[in-house]
C-alpha cells in the first residue's frame, strides 16, 4: 500500500496536516483496510512519519525502514528556529512554485540527484502537487512541528532499517546518532548518492529492503 501524504499528490483533508493526527488517519485507513500490522517504508518526511507510527504503536508496525529520516529537533529554540525557516520556505513556495522547485533540487543534498538521467522528469512530476497544499504541509508537518523522538527511540525494541546516501553528511550524521541510541536500529550508508537514494539507487535500494524484510533475524 502507498499512501500520498497530506497535502501530497491528490490528499487533502480538513484537518491539519501535524504528524499525530496524520499517524492517526493511517492507523486507522489500516484498521478500515483490515489489516492489523504491516511493515513501514518512508522517505525524509515520510520517514520522520515512519519513525513516529514506529514508536507509537509499536504492535502494529513489526519492521521499520527509515530512508533519510530524522527524530526531529531536540530542543524548543531548534524547533522555534526551524518553524520560521519552514515558514519561510512554505510562502516562497506560494510565491513562486517553479523557482521553488529549482532552488530546493539546487541544496547540496540533492546534487548527486540532479545528475540523475531521469531528474528533469521527476522533478515534472513534482510540479504537478498542488502548491498550496504543499506550503500548508510544510508548515503543520515540517520537522519543527513534530515532537522530538529521540528519548522514545531510546527504548525501543522492534528492528529498524536507516538508509541515507554517503553524499548526504548531514543525515549520516543524524542516522549515526540514531544508531548508536536505538538497539535494534541498523544503518545502511548507500554509495554514490545522496538524500533521494531509493531514486539514485534503485536496485540497491530494493536490495537492502527485501533483505530486512523478509529476514527472520531481525525479527529478533
Not at 522547485?101 to 513534482?126: C, G, K, T
Amino acid at each position: 500500500m502507498a499512501i500520498d501524504l497530506p497535502g501530497h499528490g491528490k490528499t487533502q483533508e480538513t484537518w491539519e496536516y501535524s504528524l499525530p493526527n496524520t499517524a492517526e488517519a493511517i492507523v486507522e485507513l489500516l484498521t478500515q483496510a483490515q489489516i492489523d500490522q504491516a511493515n513501514l517504508v518512508g522517505y525524509s518526511m515520510g520517514g520522520r512519519l515512519a519513525l513516529y507510527l514506529a514508536l507509537t504503536y509499536p504492535d502494529r508496525f513489526p519492521k521499520v525502514v527509515i530512508e533519510s529520516g530524522s527524530p526531529g529537533l531536540k530542543t524548543a529554540r531548534e524547533r522555534s528556529q526551524r518553524i520560521q525557516h519552514d515558514h519561510e520556505l512554505a510562502n516562497r513556495l506560494e510565491a513562486d512554485f517553479q523557482q521553488f522547485l529549482r532552488d530546493w533540487y539546487n541544496m547540496p543534498l540533492f546534487r548527486s540527484f540532479a545528475a540523475h538521467p531521469n531528474f528533469v522528469q521527476i522533478v515534472q512530476e513534482r510540479a504537478k502537487n498542488n502548491p498550496l497544499e504543499l506550503a500548508r504541509s510544510l508548515r503543520e508537518m515540517g520537522t519543527g512541528m513534530q515532537p522530538s523522538l529521540w528519548k522514545t527511540l531510546e527504548s525501543h525494541r522492534q528492528p529498524i532499517l536507516l538508509i541515507v546516501g554517503e553524499c548526504d553528511r548531514k543525515f549520516i550524521e543524524i542516522n549515526q546518532e540514531m544508531a548508536a541510541l536505538c538497539p535494534t536500529a541498523e544503518l545502511v550508508i548507500v554509495s554514490d548518492c545522496g538524500h533521494n537514494v531509493h531514486f539514485e539507487k534503485p536496485e540497491e535500494f530494493v536490495d537492502r529492503l527485501q533483505h530486512f524484510l523478509l529476514d527472520s533475524q531481525s525479527n529478533l
